[in-house]
Every structure is written in C-alpha cells, then in structure tokens.
C-alpha cells in the first residue's frame, strides 16, 4: 500500500500533490505552496483524514498533514471525507480498515 | 535535509537488510516504485499470492511494514481494504499473533518501538521546526527500523507466512 491518498485518489479521479510535484522533490515549503496554490485556483480539496491504522500503532501524527488543516482552515472548497472517533479511530470506509463502531461520528 | 533524498536512502538501507530473503529464493527480487511523497519496496514470496510490503511516507519519515495479499494490495486503486476484505496486515499485527508461541517476540516488539521511536524523535523535532532532517539522521532512522524487520524476518518468517496463509485461506 502506497499511502492512503494515492489509492483513493485513483478511485474518484482526483489529483494528489504528486502530481502537482511532478518528479520534483517534496519539500514542507513546497507542500505549503501547494496548499495555497490549489486555494488561490479554487479547487476543491478533499480530505480523507490521518491514517488511523498508524495512529493507532503509536506513530506521531503527521506534520505536513497537520500544517495542510491549518492552511486550509475555513477554505470553502474544503470537503471532509472520513469520520473520526476520539484520536485514534476513524477513516475513510473505501481505503480504510474498519469496524462499525469505528465510524460513529463526532459528536455521537 | 542535503542532496541525497530520503526516499533513495530508504531505498538504500532496505533493500541493503532484507537482501537475504531474495540471496536464498524464498522470495522474488525486490518491487520498486516511487512517487514525490513515497516509495515502496516489495518482497513477494516465491510461489505464493503473498509478500512483504515496506511503504515510506516521505512527508513525515515513517515506513509502514505489512504483509499484504499480493494481487489484490499491490493494484493502484487499493488502500487496506479490497472488496471489504483486509488485504494489508502490519507487520506488528501479525507477530503479535506471535507471542504466545514465541514469549520473546513482546520484548523485540517494545525494543524495536523504543529505537524507532528515539531516532523518529530527532526527525520529528526539524519538521516542527519546518526543517528537513539532516540526511544522517535519516539513514539512521531507516537503517535501524530495517535491522528490526530483518531481525523478526530471519527468525519467524515461516511462522509469520503460515499466519498470513491462514489468514486469507490460501
């Protein structure tokens, strides 16, 4: 498994940063252009939220993820496409691994 | 971080510990791929719709270890789930199956978090600081995490197979 958003991205014919790199070397700043690149074209960006299974194995959440919620906080093309539990249990059913109860929403 | 790109030092530092599962055909050469933001490394086992799956996200420096059902993880489209069925295992997952027949594996799990955690703490602290980590760090990071997954490979791997095989009934 490639990472989460790759396969995902495939499934709805969506674009990821790859594509927008290129070939080109990922860097945070490059990361963060292109956030506010896709903001200033008015894409929609869909988020299927942070990788729950790692999570959920002790690993630190992800920087670059957690500087893109930041960047695209009250964005209007933003669209949420996972649903969470408390920290550690959560996703995005398509790609993800899941039990029922892991998919009770915020808020329950 | 210098020059040298984290996604060929994980290439690297993989490939250089995990040499021994192709040198003596229990599994085929190595499957390469990489993108921008990741690079993965497959070892399928000879003869079997199973293999080992090593997958570097190189926005933040973790390697994912799994064992995946073959025909169906390695399609582009596929996440940890194809059809409804799990097709991608952690590694950890499966040899914590383990531990009741093989009482020292909970003590190699916790020592290989404990060292994989001290050195992913270096790298962590640069990206906070909006820093690429020092290539040096990195290496050391991934050469440590791959001595442990070659270290729980050289020793329980057929245990590990037989798991994986009963798991999707193959």
Redesign the interface.
């Known amino acids: 498994?490639?990472?989460?958003?790759?396969?995902?991205a495939?499934?709805i014919g969506a674009e990821?940063?790859?594509d927008w790199?290129?070939?080109?070397?990922?860097?945070?700043?490059l990361?963060a252009v292109w956030v506010q690149e896709m903001m200033k074209q008015g894409r929609r960006v869909i988020d299927i939220g942070p990788d729950f299974?790692?999570r959920a194995?002790?690993?630190?959440p992800?920087?670059?993820?957690g500087l893109e919620r930041k960047l695209l906080k009250g964005y209007l093309n933003y669209e949420r496409r996972f649903l969470r539990w408390r920290k550690l249990r959560g996703g995005n059913p398509?790609?993800?691994?899941?039990e029922p109860w892991h998919y009770i929403p915020d808020g329950f | 971080m210098e020059d040298k790109d984290s996604i060929d030092i994980f290439f690297e530092e993989y490939t250089a510990s995990l040499n021994f599962l192709v040198t003596d055909g229990s599994y085929e050469p190595p499957l390469i791929d990489r993108q921008s933001t990741w690079g993965s490394i497959i070892y399928k086992v000879s003869d079997l719709d199973i293999a080992l799956e090593l997958s570097l996200d190189a926005r933040d420096f973790v390697v994912s270890t799994y064992i995946i059902l073959f025909s169906e993880a390695s399609k582009p489209e596929v996440g940890y789930v194809s059809l409804g069925k799990v097709v991608c295992l952690f590694l950890e997952e499966v040899l914590e199956r383990l531990i009741a027949k093989f009482p020292s594996v909970q003590e190699d799990l916790k020592q290989w978090k404990v060292s994989v955690e001290r050195h992913h703490k270096r790298v962590r602290r640069s990206l906070k600081a909006l820093k690429m980590p020092d290539t040096e760090v990195v290496r050391e990071l991934f050469r440590t995490d791959a001595q442990w997954v070659a270290h729980f490979l050289r020793q329980y791997r057929e245990e590990i197979i037989r798991y994986a095989r009963n798991y999707w009934g193959l």
């Open positions: 498994m490639k990472t989460r958003v790759e396969p995902y495939r499934r990821t940063i790859d790199l290129a070939g080109r070397k990922w860097t945070l700043e990361n299974a790692r194995k002790g690993v630190a992800s920087t670059a993820y398509e790609i993800d691994r899941h």
